[in-house]
């Protein structure tokens, strides 16, 4: 288990190229990279300056004197290879030197890239930078899936960003869509062997299922008809799936999530282990807990000129006496931001909700280091019930987890969880 601790930062870089179908995050399309011209490597300067200050304002604890202690870092987006590496080396030397925070000595620091944007310069800022950790969307190699998706990669490109980060010396982790339209069996496990034989030194691979979000695109197309989307082929293609990777080295160790023994993605631990973190950017999302477990939790606004206006405005903040005011109000006037605080209830279900879905699962210990109470009965209750069917694992009334074969039916356990609660 991680120390409760220590905190993680999310920091979001809402830019692309184009928009995928399916994508449901929010990042702003432009036509633009920060290499392309002085205008607009200007407009990533101030990016990552209004980033900074944000960073400075939110993570200065001030409860104490005591610096705040950062173990991960987590660069997403959008497409943060858009930024250059001296605009990402700017960034990750202001964290490492900023007198309020203290990073661990070993910090992981990921970053995500787009397959196009993959060239040895990049990988050579990003060490330069600092960078320890790479985690690349490849998604397909399949051209009619990638196409029809809207992805700026084809399979070529793809293959050649395969080749460049064959070079990468320290962790990386790659994401594949499971169920996209046009994938068969046969192309989406050639795949994952591909990424096998090609990348000795890949640690975490990410297979997500494909998602369905009505509003997006993709979600439309097959609302109306336009598309045939089979959801039982989807649901089978990913258990063939998952079964070629075990069968290969990489452990499945949360829903979508496989590595090698060691290489699990701390950073979304800290999502699935109810543990603070701090979200940094337009669009980003972060959450802090108190003692009772009970949290307060932030969503930046959704409109890059807004947050940039306010927080390029460094010499307006002012330093309070709690999180929940410095989080709400600067100078008795709005951040940029929705908020919400997070009763001792929700806590606890949300705490079920990212924990159940770890192969590990949840532990008695666990919930009473948070919360200083017993974990409830109907939870046991339900796991009991689901134990009897083969679907749950308790060990010695301590350790509660689905495993393997109950996890396909999270979502079901959590409907009946929340039903009692």
Known sequence: MENHNSKGIYIHIPFCLSKCKYC???SI?????????NKNNSFFDDYIESLCNEISYRCTNLENEKKCFIDTIYIGGGTPSLLSAENLEKLIKFLKNSSFLEISEDCEISVEVNPDDVNQQLLNGFLKAGITRISCGLQSMNDKALSFEKRRADVQINQKAVNILAKWPKDLSVDFIC????????????GLDYVLQNLPNLSHISMYSLTIEEETP??????NGT??????FSDELWISARDFLEKNGFEQYEVSNFSKTGKECKHNLKYWNHEDYFGIGSGACGTVYNQNGEGFRWTNVKNVKKYMDFWLNKGSFKKFSSYETVFTKNQNEELPQECEKIDSEISSFEFFMMGMRK??????MHYKSIFHDSLPQSFINLCKEWEKKDLCVISNEETYTLGKKGILFLNTFLEKLLLDF
Do not use: A
């Open 24 to 26: 449901d995050f929010f």
């Open 29 to 37: 399309p432009c036509d633009f990279s920060s290499n392309s011209s």
């Open 179 to 190: 169920g996209l339209p046009f994938e068969t069996k046969q192309t989406f496990l050639d």
């Open 218 to 223: 993709l979600g439309k197309e097959i609302k």
């Open 227 to 232: 598309i045939h989307y089979d959801y039982e």
């Open 359 to 364: 192969i590990s699962g949840i532990s008695q």
